[in-house]
């Protein structure tokens, strides 16, 4: 069974900055588009960025220009760098594969105070 462990979530300032990972216990990036995903108390999760296989990428309204998602199939690893970070980004985040999700991982808290 493929396992995904995010990481780099913390506590950040608003307008501070934080990168998160994700990696696959297997290549199953490689060959798929993946996305990162948020959940904030009493919301549903929602996407955040998503990056197809070629590299392609697209971004939620609310981070479009902040956030950037890439990825390094060499180690099964999606990035999201979190610029400019607003008390509203908050949440935990998750990444998954973008068309058929598989199981979620535990998630990255990710905090920001105003």
């Known amino acids: 069974q493929v396992q995904l462990v995010e990481s780099g979530g913390g506590l950040v300032q608003a307008g501070g900055s934080l990168r998160l990972s994700c990696t696959a216990s297997?290549?199953?990036?490689?060959?798929?588009?993946v996305a990162w995903y948020r959940q904030a108390p009493g919301n549903q999760r929602e996407l955040v960025a998503a990056?197809?296989?070629?590299?392609?990428?697209n971004y939620a309204d609310s981070v479009k220009g902040r956030f950037t998602i890439s990825r390094d199939n060499a180690k099964n690893t999606v990035y999201l760098q979190m610029n400019s970070l607003k008390p509203e980004d908050t949440a935990v985040y998750y990444c998954?594969?973008?068309?058929?999700?598989?199981?979620w991982g535990q998630g990255t808290q990710v905090t920001v105070s105003s």
């Open positions: 998954n594969l973008r068309i058929f999700p598989i199981g």
């Open positions: 990056i197809t296989s070629r590299g392609v990428t």
């Open positions: 297997t290549n199953i990036f490689s060959f798929n588009a």
